[in-house]
């Protein structure tokens, strides 16, 4: 139990349709060249050359770096750092999903502190100086990476995707603008919204969480689970997606101050060894590990199923075991995959496990869970998500609709 917590945020938020258009006045408050972090499809998509005529209007210039085509690794920081020293920039602008925003993150700090990325693993280096002025542009309802202070970077040398989290990664403003997450194709829309939905749901059942938390987490849930299903059939249903995005901010908020827990843990080895996108991976895990969970948390998780199932009086025992289902559903629903089906070889997942319960239990994540499970009990949950059923159940005799 925590007698005192601390909150924090990006200084600034900008969130609504057509927020896109505030990057070039937002960016020559901060600097007056822009190192842009973005990828191909942004550039194919004609965001980037939006992005780049925007901060020519406010008499911005702007270097590109688009190399980014997969999961955050050092190899990416490495390269992006050396264009942003190279042109002389002093502000850094990112236009993606997470993997973007999480390397410049990143670039930012070491700017101004120096070091390689994998320094800072742990607080065994602590960025002392004040990171370059960052703009974070997500163009996907899911990570939230624009409100946090953490980056996650894929080690690769030794295959470890490194959680760091500091208070110089938090972005010195997001832009949130929907209409960017239209263009995300059916199954980044459903990783990327599950993705949100563990945040929210991990920052809620954390040791860490307090009222603050508790507050954006809970308005978080109700947002994706009503409208995530609309955001995935209708990709160009606006309102679906403006709600979304609102709750996949929140989540961001909620889980940079009360931290993610099990899901996440488990996650990050699957995305080093086996290259799973991190939304995918974490909604694959998400409804097994709240199974396993279940027994540790009742009365967090029932809040969890009265949001599924607001019209129906259930015991706290029953609404827990809603909200389990509820999220197989939904999972189910939205096409997520389990890893065997995703193409993992089963032989070469078993022979994995050692090393991804260990790194898992090393990044510090689980020890927030309010089950804290040993490297045995690791090893049998990642073999229970391998082939995990997303199937529709009845909880107590009463169907789910």
């Known amino acids: 139990m925590y007698t005192y917590a601390s909150f924090s945020m990006p200084p600034v938020i900008i969130y609504g349709s057509h927020a896109f258009e505030k990057v070039g006045e937002l960016t020559a408050e901060r600097g007056k060249k822009a190192l842009i972090v973005s990828d191909r499809i942004m550039e194919k998509l004609g965001n980037v050359e939006k992005c780049r005529h925007y901060l020519t209007s406010s008499e911005i210039s702007s270097v590109l ?50 070091g390689n990325i994998g320094d800072y693993m742990g607080g065994k280096k602590l960025a002392k100086n004040a990171p370059v002025p960052h703009i974070a542009i997500p163009t996907t309802a899911g990570t939230g990476s624009e409100a946090t202070d953490a980056t996650v970077i894929t080690n690769t040398s030794n295959h470890v995707k490194m959680m760091i989290k500091q208070p110089a990664f938090m972005p010195a403003c997001a832009i949130v603008d929907p209409i960017l997450t239209v263009s995300s194709p059916k199954n980044v829309t459903a990783a990327t919204g599950i993705d949100a939905l563990s945040h929210a749901i991990e920052a809620y059942l954390s040791k860490k969480a307090h009222p603050m938390t508790d507050m954006y987490s809970l308005s978080a849930m109700k ?23 609102l709750g996949s901010l929140q989540a961001g908020i909620a889980f940079s101050n009360a931290s993610v827990c099990l899901v996440h843990g488990m996650s990050r080895p699957i995305g080093a060894l086996f290259h799973v996108p991190h939304g995918i991976s974490n909604a694959m895990l998400l409804p097994a590990v ?7 948390c009742v009365d967090r998780l029932a809040d969890l199923g009265r949001i599924f199932e607001r019209d129906k009086a259930f015991t ?10 509820s999220v197989k559903k939904l999972c189910a629903r939205l096409d997520i995959p389990n890893l065997k089906s995703w193409g993992i070889e089963e032989g070469t997942f078993r022979q994995s496990l050692a090393k991804m319960a260990k790194d898992a239990i090393d990044s510090g994540s689980p020890a927030n869970h309010p089950k804290v499970p040993s490297v045995e009990e690791l090893m049998e949950l990642y073999m229970v998500c391998y082939d995990y059923p997303f199937a529709v159940q009845e909880i107590s005799g009463k169907p789910l609709h």
């Open 65 to 114: 770096y688009l190399d980014i085509d997969s999961e955050p690794t050092d190899r990416y920081v490495t390269e992006a750092l050396k264009l942003y020293i190279a042109h002389d920039c002093d502000v850094i602008v990112s236009l993606g999903g997470g993997s973007c925003i999480d390397t410049a993150k990143a670039v930012g700090v070491l700017a101004t502190n120096g």
């Open 223 to 245: 947002l994706i689970v009503e409208y995530i299903e609309s955001a995935y059939r209708e990709g160009d249903n606006i309102a679906a997606r403006e709600k979304v995005s």
């Open 290 to 296: 709240l199974e396993y969970s279940k027994d540790a």
């Open 316 to 325: 706290n025992e029953e609404a827990a075991e809603v909200a389990i289902a």
